[in-house]
């Protein structure tokens, strides 16, 4: 009997990456994509997931109680995977109140219901249900910002600056609470920005190819100079299945790749693949169609993560560098752009 897995949020960027590498790395589970297909999620996306045996689909909100309960029992749900959250940070300062209520109540009500399901009092696990684990994966964000230089460790002081990371903090700290309260087997992984295929047009990278190819304003926060940590997204995937299967219950486990570039780079970066695989019919460089925009309210400068804690403990390390990622990120949505 395969061993059931709920993953939130599988039709999403990450989650959707994740899905179709664990149905296929490991049959022996049965995964339940569980989706509410919000404007960020698509089925498209786990389009390759449709004939597997070992992959079932679930449209719902993961703050809906009833559900998810009944999930837990129909499919004896053994393990999460809980990528599920509202994650766009202008949205989050345009309207907070989802974001609450997704990354926070949500939370809670899918630990609230493992919890259940999976011990029978504090510090005591049902029998059967010991290696039940619940993953929960949160961002570099809830550590505020960094200067020019120092990187965010797993011990650096929480320092939420937006309505978005806010709220992924106080997730953070629920799952926590339950690991310190009931000694529940819970992990949870802090990223930097993922960046590769299958991610909404709104996000910086493809929203910025999307504009290049139909000859739009590229338009940049402030002076660009704000920093970031990119991070592709199948590194991700293959850090968080670690993490799942032989990371420590309690413990949390930053993910970064260690290439820091700022946004005029990135930008320029992605117009000069463009220059190279998808020239302009009137001869000039994308790159003119930069424009520089008013800065995002409480715009924070730089993330940066150290990942030493799960290079030494796990053994991962990346496969791409960002000039390789970016690269094939760059081709995917050219394949996607121009069908």
Same mark, same amino acid.
């Given at each position: 009997?395969?061993?059931?897995?709920?993953?939130?949020?599988?039709?999403?960027?990450?989650?959707?990456?994740?899905?179709?590498?664990?149905?296929?790395?490991?049959?022996?589970?049965?995964?339940?994509?569980?989706?509410?297909?919000?404007?960020?999620?698509?089925?498209?996306?786990?389009?390759?997931?449709?004939?597997?045996?070992?992959?079932?689909?679930?449209?719902?909100?993961?703050?809906?109680?009833?559900?998810?309960?009944?999930?837990?029992?129909?499919?004896?749900?053994?393990?999460?995977?809980?990528?599920?959250?509202?994650?766009?940070?202008?949205?989050?300062?345009?309207?907070?109140?989802?974001?609450?209520?997704?990354?926070?109540?949500?939370?809670?009500?899918?630990?609230?219901?493992?919890?259940?399901?999976?011990?029978?009092?504090?510090?005591?696990?049902?029998?059967?249900?010991?290696?039940?684990?619940?993953?929960?994966?949160?961002?570099?964000?809830?550590?505020?910002?960094?200067?020019?230089?120092?990187?965010?460790?797993?011990?650096?002081?929480?320092?939420?600056?937006?309505?978005?990371?806010?709220?992924?903090?106080?997730?953070?700290?629920? *799952?926590?609470?339950?690991?310190?309260?009931?000694?529940?087997?819970?992990?949870?992984?802090?990223?930097?920005?993922?960046?590769?295929?299958?991610?909404?047009?709104?996000?910086?990278?493809?929203?910025?190819?999307?504009?290049?190819?139909?000859?739009?304003?590229?338009?940049?926060?402030?002076?660009?100079?704000? *920093?970031?940590?990119?991070?592709?997204?199948?590194?991700?995937?293959?850090?968080?299945?670690?993490?799942?299967?032989?990371?420590?219950?309690?413990?949390?486990?930053?993910?970064?790749?260690?290439?820091?570039?700022?946004?005029?780079?990135?930008?320029?970066?992605?117009?000069?693949?463009?220059?190279?695989?998808?020239?302009?019919?009137?001869?000039?460089?994308?790159?003119?169609?930069?424009?520089?925009?008013?800065?995002?309210?409480?715009?924070?400068?730089?993330?940066?993560?150290?990942?030493?804690?799960?290079?030494?403990?796990?053994?991962?390390?990346?496969?791409?560098?960002?000039?390789?990622?970016?690269?094939?990120? *760059?081709?995917?949505?050219?394949?996607?752009?121009?069908?």
């Amino acid at each position: 009997m395969k061993k059931s897995i709920l993953v939130t949020g599988g039709a999403g960027f990450i989650g959707s990456n994740f899905v179709p590498y664990f149905c296929e790395k490991y049959p022996e589970y049965h995964v339940i994509n569980l989706d509410k297909l919000t404007y960020a999620g698509d089925l498209n996306n786990v389009k390759e997931c449709e004939g597997m045996e070992n992959y079932t689909f679930v449209q719902g909100d993961i703050c809906d109680e009833n559900l998810i309960e009944e999930l837990f029992t129909k499919y004896d749900i053994r393990g999460v995977v809980h990528f599920a959250a509202e994650s766009h940070v202008d949205n989050s300062i345009k309207g907070p109140k989802i974001f609450m209520q997704t990354n926070i109540m949500g939370t809670f009500n899918l630990i609230e219901t493992a919890r259940r399901h999976w011990m029978d009092e504090p510090f005591k696990v049902k029998p059967d249900y010991e290696d039940a684990r619940f993953h929960h994966i949160s961002t570099d964000e809830v550590y505020g910002t960094l200067g020019e230089t120092g990187f965010f460790k797993e011990t650096t002081p929480y320092a939420p600056n937006s309505p978005y990371s806010s709220s992924k903090a106080s997730s953070d700290f629920v *799952v926590r609470a339950y690991h310190h309260t009931y000694g529940m087997n819970v992990t949870t992984s802090n990223c930097s920005n993922n960046y590769g295929p299958k991610q909404n047009h709104e996000k910086l990278i493809p929203h910025i190819i999307e504009n290049a190819l139909n000859l739009k304003p590229l338009p940049i926060y402030g002076q660009g100079l704000n *920093v970031r940590d990119w991070l592709y997204v199948l590194d991700h995937c293959k850090a968080v299945d670690l993490i799942f299967h032989k990371g420590v219950s309690g413990e949390t486990y930053n993910i970064g790749g260690h290439n820091e570039r700022n946004n005029i780079t990135i930008v320029n970066t992605i117009c000069q693949i463009l220059d190279k695989e998808c020239p302009r019919q009137d001869g000039k460089k994308y790159a003119d169609l930069i424009t520089f925009v008013k800065d995002r309210a409480g715009h924070d400068l730089r993330y940066a993560i150290d990942p030493e804690k799960i290079s030494k403990e796990l053994n991962w390390v990346p496969d791409e560098t960002f000039d390789t990622g970016i690269v094939k990120t *760059v081709k995917w949505y050219l394949e996607k752009y121009q069908k």
